[in-house]
């Protein structure tokens, strides 16, 4: 799945959206350390390898996919998960040779909240209503940017103007169109099948556990040494449980839970939010 080339997209176009409105002609630093905000929420940190990890177990009996080759197994969890109304997404993934923790909660109304962390920065970001909040760390803001080359004092800026606050971008907004994507549930899920031709070849592994779920597991050797491990669940819709992709240029583990369950967005207070239109205009809000 393509989510986390998304999530990382995000990172880069919020830096982006950021220096084009600072450019412009940034508001003065004092104006901002005049507005009170307050303490930073604590991020919730996506689970490590052993916390997902899943264990060997029996089979349920009968088993759900008796008679199914692991093809057409893979064919029922594609499907399953394509028609899910929301989920959760917690993991680890290498990207552009960097690595990405994420911990997202995303529903099929373009909404999403959660935290990303790479390169020591962590940041938080939530949609809603069209409109996409992201509050981020100074390590954040400064790897974000960085990598675009941005002047070190602009930089320096840009973090004095947002720090402990939001970044508020509404539609239309320079960045928005692509930060919405990563709240695009259906956009997230079609990547599953996009390349039919990539889910052929699968074998079935022995089962196992996911989170105490039982789970079938697939498995696919490509050349080169690449090996991608999904597990799908043997109870109820049969749901994508965990990805994990070994070997190759982008190795990681996904987990997805929290199938069809309401997802909460908390719009940040006012005071606390950063409107981007208004960057260069010396307003707060």
Known sequence: ????????????????????????????????????????????????GADAAARSVTAPSPDPFSGLSADEIGDKAVTATQSATSLRMTGRVVTEGQPLDIDFAVNDRDECTGVMKIKGGTAELRRTGDVTYMKGDEAFWRASMSSQGMPEAQIDATIELLKGRWLKIGEGQAGSADLSGVCDLKGLLDDLGKDEEERRGLTRGPDAEVDGTPVATLVKKKDGGETTTVSVSQEGKPYIL?????????PGSLVLSDYDKPVRVVVPPADETVDLSKLDQGTPA
């Open 1 to 48: 799945m393509a989510s986390h080339r998304k999530l990382r997209a995000a990172a880069v176009v919020c830096a982006v959206a950021v220096a084009v409105a600072v450019a412009a002609g940034p508001a003065p630093v004092a104006a901002w350390a005049a507005t009170p905000t307050a303490a930073p929420a604590a991020a919730p940190t996506a689970p490590t």
């Open 242 to 250: 965990k990805m994990v992709k070994a070997g190759g240029d982008e």
